[in-house]
């Protein structure tokens, strides 16, 4: 490592570094029955470190980890960083096919991996050639494992790797709606850029409890909450999943004062019954983002949480994901809207030809920010057309009124193309969520003869609560236009999720099209 490197490192594992020297003695995580403080964090991510350099890997190869939740998964992704590797976080839900499409996309030479998908690895790494294979927090690891490097006679020191801020931290893979997956490739410094941007707009103390509890393979949870709280010396107290249950109990338990979690958790937790049993009175900060939130719910929210911050969050993975917030004294106003770019994003909307539009008018937004990936791995053409023009195109339709507030009106590929008038299928969810029958609601486009795409809405009705189709129908009608109106409504028990709570419309669009 030169000098220069080493005084002058705009790292990860460097501010970890500096958050371990002044809160050394401070509880930094605590998972189940473990905790660590920020000096035993650090020194366990060192040790993970040294035991990956180790074991054969060297800087530059990507390592994937492939697991729930957990201390491990956390001091696998600091170790990784320290280390020079690049971290590749995958699904813990994706099957052996679908890890094998990673590893090879990304010519993974490490896989760490669940004890309990060991399974899955083995199928999916039946021909591919590994440097090193091992698991998070096996009760008998027979190979490598993290939890057994720490505390071991590996080294604690930092590794001796040269590492600058444009080194590669991260593949981050999309979920691949329309094609194969791709992996947003992210820097130190591009990371490190946005982990300040949030401490700064979405009011991160350090003297705050934290409760994550969404996939940490999800870069909502790992880079816009968890890092940032991490590095200004805050607890963050883990669980393996956002089970309503759960959350509320740790919520009480631990005095959490911020948690983030997309809509159709915050909507199990207000549904759930023992939310009136749990004193939630610590709770100070209530973020959400991930997918749009219905107007309904949130105006929900704001009576049952009185006193509670809320924070809107939007972005995506390729900007590491934070591009804009609506704060808690913004909300009154605007509830629908999705808030000002943060410190470090540049936002617009275009049109076709990339020209920006009138305020008020629906275009695509695209960002320009220091924290954006460098491009999608192994995809040349990809990430040209994906920064066409300078600017990274997000795939959404929005739009900014004259103060400058940002407004979502759907992903592109959600848009309902109904008799040849596009039709922004939230604006559909909105109107629906008004009638106090319904829990959740999904509206799709489905293949159509007279109208191109029928609206179809998939809803779910409250616990003891009846509606028919006619009846939603006419809600509907009542609230927006008639060309707005769902041609059909179909009743379901549930909404398919992804592990990070984000409703498959792909998945229902695939179901109901033959039916």
Not at 25 to 41: E, G, H, I, N, V
Not at 308 to 328: D, W
Request: proline share 5%; charged share 20%; with cysteine.
């Amino acid at each position: 490592m030169t000098l220069t490197n080493s005084i002058h490192r705009n790292t990860i594992g460097a501010a970890l570094n500096r958050s371990a020297r002044k809160y050394p003695q401070q509880p930094a995580l605590r998972f189940a029955d473990r905790s660590w403080s920020y000096q035993a964090l650090n020194v366990a991510a060192n040790q993970v470190a040294n035991a990956l350099l180790e074991a054969g890997l060297v800087p530059g190869d990507r390592l994937a980890v492939y697991g729930k939740n957990s201390d491990a998964y956390v001091i696998a992704w600091l170790a990784a960083v320290k280390a020079g590797l690049v971290h590749v976080p995958v699904n813990f839900a994706l099957s052996s096919e679908e890890l094998g499409y990673i590893l090879q996309q990304s010519g993974a030479k490490g896989v760490l991996s669940d004890a309990s998908l060991a399974d899955k690895v083995r199928e999916a790494t039946q021909s591919i050639t590994l440097t090193m294979n091992g698991t998070l927090h096996a009760v008998e690891p027979s190979g490598f494992d993290v939890l057994a490097s720490v505390g071991s006679s590996h080294s604690s020191n930092e590794p001796d790797v040269a590492l600058e801020g444009s080194s590669l931290a991260q593949l981050l893979y999309t979920s691949g709606t329309t094609a194969a997956p791709k992996a947003a490739m992210m820097s130190h410094q591009a990371l490190m850029a946005e982990y300040m941007a949030c401490m700064v707009e979405l009011d991160i103390k350090g003297s705050e409890a934290m409760l994550a509890a969404l996939p940490l393979y999800h870069s909502a949870q790992m880079h816009v909450f968890l890092m940032p709280a991490l590095l200004l010396g805050a607890q963050v107290i883990l669980l393996e999943a956002p089970l309503p249950d759960s959350c509320l109990a740790a919520i009480a338990q631990h005095q959490i004062a911020s948690f983030f979690a997309p809509p159709t958790v915050w909507i199990s937790l207000l549904r759930h019954p023992q939310f009136g049993q749990h004193d939630l009175s610590t709770l100070k900060k209530a973020y959400y983002g991930a997918s749009i939130m219905p107007v309904p719910v949130l105006e929900e929210m704001q009576r049952r949480f009185p006193g509670v911050g809320l924070y809107n969050c939007y972005g995506q993975s390729e900007i590491a994901p934070l591009a804009t917030v609506l704060r808690p004294e913004e909300h009154a106003e605007r509830p629908a809207s999705a808030g000002r770019p943060i410190l470090t994003v540049e936002t617009r909307i275009v049109d076709l030809e990339g020209n920006d539009v009138a305020p008020g008018e629906h275009g695509e937004i695209v960002h320009r920010s220091p924290q954006l990936m460098v491009g999608y791995w192994d995809k040349p053409a990809m990430t040209a057309e994906a920064f066409q023009g300078g600017w990274f195109h997000s795939g959404d339709v929005g739009y900014i009124d004259e103060a400058g507030y940002l407004y979502i009106v759907d992903r592109i590929k959600d848009v309902i193309n109904t008799g040849g008038v596009l039709v922004a299928s939230r604006e559909v969810e909105e109107a629906l969520f008004k009638h106090a029958a319904i829990a959740e609601v999904a509206v799709i486009g489905l293949p159509d003869e007279k109208w191109i795409e029928a609206i179809t809405a998939v809803v779910v009705l409250k616990e003891g609560q009846e509606a028919s189709e006619q009846e939603l129908i006419h809600h509907t009608k009542s609230i927006v236009a008639p060309y707005k109106v769902p041609k059909r409504i179909v009743f379901t028990d549930a909404l398919p999720k992804s592990t990070a709570g984000k409703i498959l419309k792909r998945h229902l669009r695939q179901e109901f099209k033959e039916s």
